[in-house]
């Protein structure tokens, strides 16, 4: 990996690393539901600026089913976990659980595949498991508010990451950009009914807006573009080192902009799921490196 794909890697997680921090901003006023909304709706208006510069054509009419599910299970229904959660936990907590991802898509592709579970898959299913129960069960404060939900809740992310990862398997072979695309804006459409449903809680002020702009434009869209840019140059099993370093900048962004608290539950259990995830992938930061 050359230096110019490392710094655009750590830029990534760096981008990604702040949603967790935009969400714990945005959601105490606009409501999970509508923090999300806004999400995927500026990141699909953004994206279609984006197509139209680079005259780029959206197959929607052959692939909108293809999309809706994608919007669903990649980004309104994760993204509504975290929503969610943002109320209650930690951006420390969220971008460390988030790491999960890899683990639950090995394990749903294998159930889905009726492959068995390798050794290394199991260890790391529990590393991941013991992590997360680490970083809760020494956390008393959690116990004495809805906290101790939204950690059910923000499982669910990853959860539905690894079955969307799955899908992508078997479904239409479809360029990469027309899949964040038309995933957004499917994921626009699907949660803007349910959203009638939901008020804001109070009208977002200066920081809560550019928060809410933020997680859309630059954590969503402008994230989508330098995910498929470093996907064509350095290829999965290296982008996959995102993964890892997402949980870093998520507390790092955490500390410095929201005081939180890390206590060492938090590192250990962080540890603990990341550890997890490299036995479940396979993952070596070596031959990452390496490789281009």
Known sequence: MGVKSALQLLLLAAIWGASFLFMRIGAPSLGPVWLIEARVGFAALFLCVVALLMKKSLSLRQNWKHFLFLGVMSSALPFLCYGYAAQYLTASMMSIVNALTPVFGTAIAALYFRTPLSRNTVIGLALGVLGVSVIVGFDPELFKTQ?????????????????????????????????????????????????????????????????????????????????????????????????????????????????????????????????????TTGFSFKKALKSE
């Not at 479809?174 to 009638?196: D, K, R």
């Not at 989508?224 to 290829?235: H, Q």
């Not at 608290?261 to 250990?268: L, P, R, Y």
Request: charged share 5%.
């Open 147 to 279: 906290a101790w939900f939204a950690v059910f809740v923000v499982l669910g992310a990853p959860l539905c990451y690894g079955i969307a990862t799955t899908y992508t398997q078997v479904g239409p072979s479809v360029a990469p950009f027309e899949n964040a695309q038309g995933s957004m804006l499917m994921a626009t459409f699907a949660l803007l009914p349910i959203a009638m449903f939901f008020t804001p809680n109070t009208t977002p002020n200066a920081t809560e807006s550019l928060s809410v702009i933020a997680l859309g434009v630059l954590c969503t869209g402008v994230a989508y573009l330098i995910f498929f840019k470093l996907l064509g140059e350095i290829g999965a099993p290296s982008l996959l080192t995102v993964t890892f370093l997402i949980p870093i900048f998520g507390v790092l962004w955490g500390v410095m902009f929201l005081d939180e608290k890390v206590g060492i539950h938090t590192f250990v259990g962080g540890v603990l799921v990341i550890l997890g995830t490299m036995r």
